[in-house]
């Protein structure tokens, strides 16, 4: 068992008693810190920054040198699956992602092969074995991949689309296609947390990103579904301990109970979804990673604080809490603001655990 100094976030994970409520943010690691853009210049671009192990480790480590998070997170994209599968993906600035080759046929869909991360994604399992030996089991490593859903929608629509036209079709006109490729999505994510793992992570989360723009039914059958399949197929046990799967939906607080009964170890929450009511639901099977509404972020410190202190106590008291965002941290957001949230955490919350 590796001797990790600070593992209160994998404790909370396991719903185990713990002296403070631990915390990290989603894109913790990324432009709302000057010394990230620096870093991206030097490397040219954002895809470049990501297939360059050294600076993917150093970016990773650059928040856990200003803040005193509990947990460190890869960095990378969701996107390195369908961009290993051929579909050229590119950044265009100011626009996110994009493919040249985006989906649009059956033939399409049959071409794909299933990705093995030695063979086409080697970067990123260079870059978690890489950190782990840097964070020298300072706090734990957090691995991750898109859900194969939020994966087909930018593959189906070749970039960002709030509106899903493409994806939607697909689902209600040809779901034998889509379930097709949701399945050589949910092998190839697998694959891929599993590799983490064995190169050094020690939990994962899978982000369901574009969960919450389903219909109750076609959720359970082309997201909540595939999730499953990957968790059944994950590797629980590494180092002597057991390695934690976070399941996060964004908008997806109604079908919190189904998430619970995935196999995960715990649900990420947006700030949409009341902790209390949520911890009420399903406290007792799994821990909650959340929720405080990003946007939190712009306002006075004072504000920041009152909002740390007020969704503490809606959790209430007890093991099973992992403060985080209820969903990235944005660019615009002074790094000193979230020093002032991540120093509420730690100071409010031990007043919530015996």
């Known amino acids: 068992m590796s001797d990790l100094k600070n593992d209160t976030f994998l404790r909370a994970l396991a719903r185990q008693p713990v002296?403070?409520?631990?915390?990290?943010?989603?894109?913790?690691a990324g432009r709302y810190l000057p010394e990230y853009r620096a870093t991206r210049a030097k490397a040219g671009d954002f895809l470049s920054l990501c297939k360059n192990t050294e600076l993917a480790c150093e970016v990773t480590l650059q928040p856990l040198r200003r803040y005193a998070l509990d947990a460190a997170i890869l960095f990378s994209d969701?996107?390195?699956?369908?961009?290993?599968?051929?579909?050229?993906?590119?950044?265009?600035?100011?626009?996110?992602?994009?493919?040249?080759?985006?989906?649009?046929?059956?033939?399409?869909?049959?071409?794909?092969?299933?990705?093995?991360?030695s063979r086409d994604l080697p970067y990123v399992?260079?870059?978690?074995?890489?950190?782990?030996?840097?964070?020298?089991?300072?706090?734990?490593?957090?691995?991750?991949?898109?859900?194969?859903w939020t994966l087909a929608t930018y593959m189906i629509e070749g970039g960002s689309n709030r509106d899903f036209t493409l994806s939607k079709l697909w689902l209600y006109n040809h779901p034998e296609r889509l379930h097709r490729l949701l399945d050589k999505l949910a092998l190839s994510v697998t694959e891929y947390l599993n590799a983490?793992?064995?190169?050094?992570?020690?939990?994962?989360?899978?982000?369901?990103?574009?969960?919450?723009?389903?219909?109750?039914?076609?959720?359970?059958h082309f997201s909540l579904r595939y999730m499953e399949k990957i968790i059944a197929g994950l590797t629980r046990e590494a180092d002597g301990r057991p390695v934690p799967v976070i399941l996060f939906t964004k908008g997806g607080g109604q079908w919190l109970e189904d998430i619970a009964a995935s196999g995960c170890d715990a649900a990420g929450l947006d700030w949409t979804t009341d902790i209390a009511r949520a911890r009420a639901r399903v406290g007792g099977r799994i821990a909650l990673q959340g929720n405080m509404d990003p946007a939190v972020l712009r306002a006075a410190p004072e504000v920041v604080e009152a909002e740390v202190e007020r969704i503490l106590s809606l959790f209430g008291r007890g093991a099973g809490h992992i403060f985080n965002l209820g969903h990235g941290i944005t660019p615009d957001i002074n790094p000193d603001t979230v020093a002032c949230f991540i120093d509420a955490v730690h100071r409010l919350s031990p007043s919530f655990h015996p």
């Open 19 to 28: 002296e403070y409520t631990p915390v990290w943010m989603m894109r913790q």
């Open 196 to 220: 983490q793992i064995a190169a050094g992570a020690q939990a994962v989360q899978i982000f369901d990103t574009w969960g919450g723009v389903l219909s109750d039914q076609a959720y359970r």
């Open 125 to 148: 399992t260079d870059a978690v074995s890489l950190i782990r030996r840097e964070l020298n089991n300072s706090v734990p490593l957090i691995g991750f991949s898109g859900s194969p």
């Open 78 to 117: 969701i996107l390195t699956i369908p961009d290993a599968m051929g579909l050229g993906l590119y950044f265009a600035e100011g626009e996110g992602p994009k493919f040249r080759k985006p989906l649009k046929t059956d033939a399409d869909v049959d071409r794909l092969a299933v990705t093995e991360t």
